[in-house]
């Protein structure tokens, strides 16, 4: 049996089943993340002194980080513009480039880890790296994750573009919406963890 | 029109208005590298706490919105998942003010 709603729309809610499906698990994925960022704030308020994130963190590198990331949220939605126009070449460069923005996001946050590291800076030594460790170690989760996500639509997902051109498309705007999630939490995590 | 045509034919007005999308995407592109750039310059200034924390999140909140009107299509999205996300929205704001209501501090359990 066919999965219903993939192409056409409902009636009902006027979308297909896998748009309202990617958002409401982006809806329960702002609670995680908010349930975090509520207990850093509570952990950080009643603190008798913090840290600034620049004294800990490299600042210059988390930047590179950010533009990095940003970059492969218009990769992304470049990739599904290609689609839309039928430029299937176009979309496995974009999407080629949005897995390879992603890595080099994940090789960088390797260094910074392993730097950490190195200084014996680990999640037990205090609640500053504590939540660090927890928020980015999460979001590098997520990275992983939408990578994984699109390289599957990049190699052996995208035969379907063969057969039902639309379907395929709808599945990599609804992977893009988590990509642009992942990049929305990091565009949040960014000041709050590095600059303040 | 049967719903199968419906799609089909609002995949190809989208395609139609595909350029001008591209455009916007590229505007927002610079105006996030700006927007990035505007927030590490103002962490080198000498603010208070409070108004560092102020001017960071104000710039995160412009960029965010950025994302996900333009990224993630939001400002032309059906009411039903805008409703999804105005109730995410309140269940967060709640989540997030919870710290300061549970304090001991907190302005009904000091009673």
């Known amino acids: ?24 698990f982006l809806a329960s994925e702002v609670m995680l993340f908010g349930a975090l960022f509520a207990s ?31 970059t492969s949220s218009i990769t992304m939605v470049m990739a599904w513009a290609s689609l839309m126009r039928r430029r299937f070449g ?9 897995i390879l923005l992603g890595f080099v996001f994940l090789t960088v946050k390797y ?7 190195a200084l014996g800076e680990l999640p037990s030594t205090n609640n500053f790296l504590a939540v660090y460790y927890t928020l980015t170690g999460l979001h590098m989760l997520h990275v992983g994750g ?21 379907w395929f498309t709808n599945r990599v705007e609804h992977s893009g919406l988590f990509w642009h999630f992942v990049d ?4 949040f995590l960014f000041p709050t963890l590095y600059l303040l | 029109m049967t719903s199968d045509h419906a799609a089909a034919s609002t995949t ?26 505007v927030t590490v310059a103002v962490s080198y200034l000498d603010l208070s706490i409070a108004m560092a924390v102020t001017v960071a999140l104000f710039i995160a909140t412009i960029k965010g919105s950025l994302v996900a009107g ?11 998942i805008h409703a999804v996300l105005i109730l995410t929205a309140i269940f967060f704001v709640v989540l997030i003010l919870l710290p300061v209501l549970t304090d001991s501090n907190g302005f009904w359990l000091d009673e």
């Open chain 1, 1 to 24: 049996m066919d999965i219903p709603y993939t192409v056409e729309v409902r009636r009902d809610t006027g979308l297909t089943n896998g748009k309202i499906a990617i958002w409401l």
């Open chain 2, 70 to 80: 333009y990224f993630m299509h939001l400002n032309s999205e059906k009411k039903l």
């Open chain 1, 146 to 166: 939408g990578m994984a996500v699109n390289a599957y639509f990049w190699g052996p997902g995208a035969k379907l573009w063969k057969t039902n051109p639309v």
């Open chain 1, 40 to 70: 850093y704030i509570l952990i950080r308020t009643g603190a008798p002194d913090w840290p600034r994130g620049a004294e800990m963190l490299d600042v210059p590198l988390a930047t590179f980080n950010t533009i990095v990331l940003i």
């Open chain 1, 111 to 117: 260094f910074e880890y392993s730097h950490h590291l």
């Open chain 2, 12 to 37: 190809s007005d989208h395609a139609a208005d595909i350029d001008k999308h591209v455009k916007v995407y590229i505007k927002v592109f610079v105006a996030l590298i700006v927007l990035t750039v």
């Open chain 1, 184 to 187: 929305l939490v990091w565009i």
């Open chain 1, 90 to 98: 176009t979309y496995r460069i974009y999407m080629g480039a949005t």
